[in-house]
């Protein structure tokens, strides 16, 4: 039991909300989706799409029978990149299917808040918050995210026009 007047991180209440919501796999499935070239890497990417994620099976579209059967000689592969890049055990089996790709352009990484100097204290502060994020990727994300907002506020607070 934590002592009265203690406060949980950001991460922390983040975590357990996508847990107890059932959130975890649906969010998992959108950055599958948002970045699965740059996730899986090419020529692959360019021939599959994630379309769910279900009682931790990956359903792929496959665009031909040829590259549906070179993916099911590659499925622990698969399995094992997409756990790791999860940061925990994600998914236990791949389906695949025959039908046609969507043309969805490879998406960059989000922008950064760029537009604050971030100092190196907000930057610590921020990680040390978002160190209970078990996903790397959304770990340092929302860790650049707060540490822009640590420094806005002390930039608000010293009597700068807010950005």
């Known amino acids: 039991m934590r002592p009265s007047g203690s406060l949980d991180s950001f991460s922390t209440i983040l975590s357990g909300l996508s847990k107890r919501l059932g959130l975890q796999s649906h969010l ?30 990956l359903y792929l579209i496959v665009r031909n029978s040829v590259w549906l059967q070179q993916l099911v000689f590659l499925k622990p ?22 039908g046609d790709i969507p043309d969805v352009p490879a998406v960059a990484a989000g922008p950064s808040p760029a537009n604050v100097p971030v100092s190196d204290a907000a930057m610590t502060e921020a990680a040390a918050h978002a160190a209970a994020v078990q996903d790397p ?12 907002a640590f420094s806005r506020s002390a930039l608000n607070d010293e009597g700068s026009p807010p950005a």
């Open 77 to 98: 592969t698969l399995l094992a990149k997409l756990n790791e890049r999860a940061g925990s055990d994600m998914l236990t089996d791949i389906a695949f299917r025959v």
């Open 137 to 148: 990727e959304l770990r340092t994300r929302l860790a650049s995210l707060m540490a822009a």
């Open 28 to 57: 998992f499935e959108l950055r599958l989706q948002q970045q699965w070239r740059n996730i899986i890497g090419e020529p692959v990417g360019s021939h599959t799409w994630p379309t769910q994620v279900r009682f931790k099976k």
